[in-house]
């Protein structure tokens, strides 16, 4: 299907004002009270809840291996997790994967 220009303005100006609705609801009308502490132990765990949704996709299937698992991506992204959960910090952690993940492709050659 395609569109056109005026249509795609149009769902990009519809999305806009609706992520801005979204965002207002929360920050525009609820910020400038106070949540009750049930509301705010439940907000602590947002990070951790949505995080692992958005890396492990790409650690499980990679685009840059045509969407097939890669050992090095799945040593990196562990030593990230033992590190970080070891040190207490989440720097350590993503420095370590990194320096891993850089460390594997170079040893295996697919750099």
């Known amino acids: 299907m395609s569109y056109t220009s005026a249509q ?8 806009g004002v609706g992520t801005y609705l979204i965002r ?3 920050l525009g009308l609820v910020g400038d009270r106070q949540m009750p502490d049930w509301v705010l132990r439940h907000l602590r ?3 951790v809840a949505i995080l692992p949704g958005l890396v492990a996709p790409l650690v499980v299937f990679p685009d840059a291996t045509g969407g097939t698992t890669d ?5 990196a992204a562990i030593v990230t997790v033992a ?6 910090n989440m720097l350590w952690g993503a ?10 492709q170079t040893l295996s050659g697919s750099l």
């Open 8 to 15: 795609i303005w149009l769902i990009i100006a519809v999305l």
């Open 24 to 26: 207002f609801s929360f």
């Open 45 to 47: 765990y947002t990070p």
């Open 71 to 75: 050992p090095v991506r799945l040593a």
């Open 83 to 88: 590190v970080a959960w070891w040190r207490k």
């Open 95 to 104: 420095f370590s994967g990194a320096a891993t993940m850089a460390g594997l």
